[in-house]
């Protein structure tokens, strides 16, 4: 079993930065692949990006590569997501997930967190 709480959204002007983290409890967190989605109201949730279990490998949406990145700590239990550049349509609930693989389909992943909302005014 993982919980996962999701901290660090906020309101950032477009162009700025903002770090979410993503803190896991229980004591299988290297188990797992974690992967970061956004959505917004109406909408399907999407996948941003993920990092496998070792943080040997990264993925990213074409829509925030070269802006995002996700690291994670293994001993610390955490997953973060450094969103810099961001833009208007950045803006979404941002959901962190744990899973066996990083894959782009919500459904694949076995835990969630609550959603941190990150809005970008332009």
């Known amino acids: 079993q993982v919980q996962l709480v999701e901290s660090g959204g906020g309101l950032v002007q477009a162009g700025g930065s903002l770090r979410l ?10 188990r797992y ?26 993925y990213y949406a074409d829509s925030v590569k070269g802006r ?6 293994n001993v610390k239990k ?13 803006t979404a609930v941002y959901y962190c997930a744990a899973g ?10 076995t ?3 609550q959603g941190t909302q990150v809005t970008v005014s332009s």
């Open 21 to 30: 983290s993503c803190a896991a409890s229980g004591q299988t967190f290297s």
């Open 33 to 58: 692949a974690m992967g970061w989605f956004r959505q917004v109201p109406g909408k399907e949730r999407d996948f941003v990006g993920g990092i496998s279990r070792s943080s040997t490998t990264t």
């Open 78 to 90: 955490t997953v973060s997501l450094q969103m810099n550049s961001l833009k208007s349509e950045d």
């Open 68 to 73: 995002f990145t996700i690291s994670r700590d």
């Open 111 to 113: 835990y969630w967190g």
């Open 100 to 109: 066996p693989l990083v894959v782009n389909t919500p459904a694949t992943y």
